[in-house]
């Protein structure tokens, strides 16, 4: 008797389940929980989750910014990538240790100007200069797209965003600060 996989007939699974099943492997592996050497960066509940929140908010957007590229739609590119920058004025302060500016506010968030003292003191400048880093590509994406940009040099900037992304989670480990 054939065994029949679950993945027969889907190439994009066939392709991508052997990756997640070694990746599965390491995160299990014995010695993997305790030999994590990541960079602790310790950030009150609220934040943690705020940020947690940011980072698949990203995803998402760069999933629907690749799903714009590939059908060519850079009216769609320009849509996801503004909605994905935000204040650049608000990291650029953030990562120079300047006060936050008023164009740099996010109105959504209660206590704001708390969130971006506590985020200065408790995130390392490396870390901010990548959000920066990461923040000013999705701008250039932005831009990019409204001058008719070609899809290229789009593709380029989002694979420096992914770089970012990658680098950030190989060098650092978000975690709950004890509460004071």
């Not at 994590?36 to 698949?56: N, S, T």
């Amino acid at each position: 008797m054939k065994a029949v996989s679950i993945f027969s007939g889907n190439r994009s699974c066939q392709r991508i389940f052997p990756a997640l099943a070694v990746s599965l492997f390491f995160l299990v592996a014995p010695g993997h929980a305790g030999g994590d050497e990541r960079i602790v960066v310790k950030l009150p509940r609220k934040d943690r989750e705020l940020m947690q929140k940011d980072m698949i908010r990203f995803m998402e957007q760069k999933y629907a910014l690749i799903d714009a590229l590939a059908s060519g739609d850079m009216n769609r590119v320009k849509k996801v990538a503004g909605q994905a920058k935000p204040p650049l004025a608000r990291i650029r302060a953030l990562a120079s240790g300047k006060p936050l500016p008023p164009e740099g506010r996010l109105a959504q968030i209660k206590d704001d100007e708390a969130l971006f003292l506590r985020m200065r003191k408790n995130l390392p400048p490396p870390f901010l200069n990548m959000l920066l880093g990461m923040r000013e590509t999705w701008a250039k994406i932005e831009t990019d797209a409204s001058r008719n940009g070609k899809q290229e040099q789009i593709m380029r900037h989002l694979a420096r965003l992914q770089g970012f992304c990658i680098s950030c989670h190989k060098l650092y480990r978000n975690e709950t600060a004890a509460a004071p």
